[in-house]
């Protein structure tokens, strides 16, 4: 997928094919005027990346979309996180890119469909170059058969192609090949077109392949440095697979240069993969070695599908690198966007992208999981990355609150309001107004509390305890369960009408026995952390790490942060920690396997919550979805010693 070589003016974008483009002006005139300020702010990241500075270009464009975001400037600040995107991608850095990418898709979704479009389209590009090939294809595939315009399916077409041409599938990639369409972006349109050409010669279809390219030169023969680095790659396969060495050579000189002048080193990289496979073919040994060994030193900063087509053609295989790694050393991801959620496993990157996206949501969150799963950092995470995050973060533990003090801590007192009151206090609503209040185990509120509760939330104003006059408030409330909460409801214990305003948007944290691949990861970065505070050198050893994978962990991420801890006071100064040193329960065997028995019970334990919660208790109706009989359900429900009430005629 192509990535920017210049970064496009903030307020920019797509537009339909029926539609004319705005102008940068009109699109002002609809912002508030800081709004527009910062958007004029963030074209200064053109003259950055021309300057080579990207960093800086980077650093700007993070803060202009944060800013916007507060502001509630939905659409430029998905504008400027595409521009960042991009930024990311030319350099390499597809897994922030794609983040990014999320973050637009989840900025733009209220406003503007065309930007949404864009974005996906940019994360597809993204998820490829990760080697995530399966959900490439895809998201590709949805957004082609949803796509109105013209121009976006030649785009999701082309990406699907590209999918196929990675994993070698010459005839599939052949029926996804793009139609010839005009392109707003310069560079996206040069993609598609290259994408075509290179289907075309993996096709052998050679002469189209010519005559395509040639197209492509002739119509964006004045775009931009990395849009003609990405045309002349495409003539530059043709010459290669035609055997024209000459004119070939030529051709790499100028991608070089235009790789050059966009800042863009990776493009130049692909090409020279291209004329490597042409040296090996005209048996030119002494210059394909030269080249290797140049390619070789630009594996660390290659995305991973580059790096893989790097380590085939350059003679070094994947194990190889790995074996650089030392001893005992785990291969951790990067978490950027949220480094307080880290692990490897699919569940938590669905949940770190679930996150994304509900951050940007103005609704309520409800997060289940099992104690000690991390749930507070989950909540963290959606404040830090929403556009609350200027304003406070406060958070209670309602089961720590005695039933008589819950209303002043959650809606303050006023002075003389009851014994000790000695002055004027603001309670958690009005301490966290205009930010977010997490409610930590809220399962645990008393049914008046639950009522103060509702009651504050419908209105959306509260009462100091002694006082007479209502507050206005302006709060997320964010709320944590270590139990189900639809079989709480269900059960009587907690209100319906309370958990409908607390679960609109639900996320569940698997425990950590269900993703056994993150145990490895938050090990590390847990010893890491707690033997830089006692200041020993000493490294984890294989068997201790085995050792780790194995145990089920029915403390979760805090059992395995407080082990870690105590593996740190007593491990040696230096050298390799003994498995000795672990706790019994986790050295000593390991976990053992669940009986066919307990897994059956499990599961019919699940399916009867699910049910019950479903017909609010209501046991005839809990029966027919089950395929049972009313007598059936009762003989489960005594054998797993599930309690349950009757809720009405049924």
Known sequence: MPSADRVTRAGGGAHEDDAAPRPHGERLARLTPAAAAHVMRGRRAAAFVRAGRHAAAERLL??????????????????????????LLVRGRAGAARQTFADAVAASLPVSTDVARDAALWEIAALTDEGRLDEAEARASAVAAAAPSRHRRAWAESCLARVALWRGDAERAMQHLPQCETHEDPVVGAWVEATAVRVLVAGQRLFEAGCRAAELRRTLGHAGPHALAILETARLRVLCESGDREAAAACLDAIAAHARAARAPLRLTRAQLVWLALLRRSGLTREADALVRRLRRL??????????ALERLTGEPPSVRRSRAPAGAVSKPRVEVMPELAGASRALEDLRKVVVRAAAAPFAVLIEGESGVGKELVARALHRL?????????????????????????????RGAFTGAAADRAGLFEAASGGT????????????????????IQQ???????????RAIDVRIVAAANTSMAVEAAEGRFRTDLLYRLDVIHLRVAPLRERPEDVLV??????????????????????LLRALAHYAWPGNVRELQNVMAALAVAAPRSGPVP??????????AHAPLPTLAALRESCER????????????????AARALGLTRQGLSKLMARLDVRGRERGQT
Not at 300 to 306: E, H, T
Not at 442 to 453: C, F, G, H, M, T
């Open 437 to 456: 209040l997490f409610l930590d185990e809220v399962s645990e509120l008393s049914a008046r509390a639950q009522a103060k509760l509702l009651r504050a």
């Open 460 to 470: 959306q104003e509260i009462r100091r305890v002694g006082e007479a006059v209502s």
């Open 62 to 87: 993070r803060d202009v979309a944060a800013a916007l975001m507060r502001r509630q400037a939905y659409e430029p600040c998905a504008r400027v996180l595409l521009e960042l995107g991009q930024l």
């Open 299 to 308: 594996l660390p900063a290659a995305p991973r599908l580059l790096r893989d």
């Open 606 to 621: 699940q399916a009867l919550a699910a049910a019950l919660a479903r017909a609010a208790g209501r046991r005839g109706e």
């Open 522 to 543: 938050l090990a590390e970065i847990f010893w890491a952390a707690a033997a830089a505070r006692v200041g020993t050198r000493a490294t984890l050893s294989e068997a």
């Open 579 to 588: 498995l000795s040193l672990l706790p019994e329960r986790i050295g000593g």
């Open 386 to 414: 929403g556009p609350r995050a200027a304003r406070g973060f406060c958070d209670v533990n309602c089961a720590a609150l005695p039933d008589e003090l819950v209303e002043a801590e959650l809606f303050g007192h006023a």
